[in-house]
C-alpha cells in the first residue's frame, strides 16, 4: 500500500542527524518538522529569514505572523532567530544547509531534478530553490511516485525545465526509498505492501533493487 505525505515526511526524518541545519521545501518537506526523531536535536531553516523552525501549529494557536517560505503558519522554538532574506540566502549559497529536503515534479536518474516550472501552468516560482540545489551537502527529494495519470515522476530523463544537475542523493516517494547512483536508481526499501513488481513498473529511469531490500519502518 503507498505511503501517506505524512508516512513519507516521517521516513525522511530517520535520514536527520543531531547538530544537522535542514532546509525544508514546500509541500510534504514540510510535514518532516513534525517527525524530528527524539533525542535528535536539529536547526530547521527557512530561506524567508527563520532559524530555529518548530512544528506546525495546534489548530486554534496559529500567529499570522509567523510563516514558512511556502506561506504556512508555523512555531517556533526557544533560541529562533528572524533576520532578512539576504542573510538567509548567504546562509544557504555559503554551505551551512547539511542537509535539504525538496519536493520535485520530476527527478532523472542521475539526481536532475525538476521541481519549479510546467510550461503553460501557474506555478508558485523558482523560490530558493536554485540556491539550495546549488549549495546544499545533500539534497533527500520527498515525492509522489507517479502523476496523477500513473505516469512515472522517476525518469531516465526530465522532461520539464531542470532546477538542479545530478545533485539529488535520494528518493522518498509513497513506494519506497532510492539511491541515486552512476547507474541510476537503487531501491533500497519498499513501503509496507508495495511489490518489487511494482515498483520496477512505475518507474521508468534506470532501476536496480538493493540485495538487502528491506520494509520501509513507518
Sequence with gaps: MALTKEQIAKRIAQELQDGFYVNLGIGIPTLVANYIP??????????NGLLGMGPFP???????DLINAGKQTITTL???????SAMSFGMIRAGKVD???????EVADNGDIANWKVPGKMV???????????????????MQHTDKA?????LKSCSLPITGRACVKK???DLG?????ENGFVCIEHAPGVSIEEIKAKTAGRLSIHASIKEMNV
Design 124 to 142: 508558485k516560482g523558482m523560490g530558493g530553490a536554485m540556491d539550495l540545489v546549488a549549495s546544499a551537502k545533500n539534497i533527500i527529494v520527498a
Design 171 to 173: 528518493i522518498v516517494s
Design 38 to 47: 527524539e533525542g535528535i536535536e536539529v536547526e530547521l531553516q527557512s530561506e
Design 150 to 154: 500513473g505516469n512515472s515522476k522517476l
Design 78 to 84: 526557544a533560541g529562533s532567530v528572524f533576520f532578512d
Design 58 to 64: 495546534i489548530t486554534g494557536e496559529e500567529d499570522a
Design 177 to 181: 526509498v532510492f539511491d541515486i547512483t
Design 99 to 105: 542537509l535539504t529536503v525538496l519536493g520535485a515534479m
